[in-house]
């Protein structure tokens, strides 16, 4: 696939962005929102972990104070009607899958490993994007197939990946300085 043909599907993708926005494209709350809800489901796994080596039980009930934390916050992102979806499920998981990959990629980094730290941060990078793709409707999960590991589509002779490329999308759609 050409640039040109690239380009003008991502220029697609951010005319459906504007019109399900409105017009109104500005994600910066709801992206600060998302990394509060990525860092409230690690605060879930911690309490879940730190009740289980303590055998303190009082810390499955905070577990339990910040899961409904989490539930109610990630209702303003994903559509009310889909809680309880998989649609839900599925960016719950690429919220969690994220930022343990960023934290993994952290890792590396402050041990000196620069390659596998930027790999891990593409990783979730990818992730990120997808969660995003599903949340603003760019991507019909309901319409998935089956196609080679890194195409874009069947068409896709460059096999840069859908993620990639959902990823250019993200990177023109949110600009985390806006206030």
């Known amino acids: 696939m050409d640039n040109i043909q690239k380009e003008k599907e991502i220029m697609e993708l951010m005319r459906k962005v504007e019109e399900s ?3 109104k494209l500005d994600l910066s709350s709801d992206e600060d929102l998302s ?3 990525m860092n409230l489901i690690s605060i879930e796994e911690h309490f ?3 009740g ?5 039980p009082e810390y499955y009930d905070l577990l339990s104070q910040a899961r409904e934390m989490r539930k109610e916050l990630l209702k303003r992102i994903v559509t009310e009607s889909e809680t309880g979806s998989e649609k839900w499920c ?3 998981h690429l919220l969690a899958a994220s930022m343990r990959l960023m934290e993994v990629g952290t890792k590396a980094l402050s041990k000196g490993d620069k390659k596998d730290a930027e790999d891990f941060f593409r990783k979730a990078y990818e992730l990120y994007s997808l969660f995003w793709g599903i949340n603003l409707k760019l991507v019909d999960v309901g319409k998935v197939e089956k196609i ?3 195409q874009l589509n069947k068409e896709d002779k460059e096999k840069k990946g859908f993620l990639s490329n959902l990823g250019e999308v993200v990177k023109k759609m949110i ?3 806006k206030e």
């Open 21 to 23: 926005k409105g017009g």
């Open 35 to 37: 990394i509060a809800i």
């Open 48 to 50: 879940f972990f730190t």
């Open 52 to 56: 289980a080596k303590t055998e303190k």
């Open 90 to 92: 599925i960016s719950k």
């Open 148 to 150: 080679g590991d890194s």
């Open 175 to 177: 600009d985390c300085c």
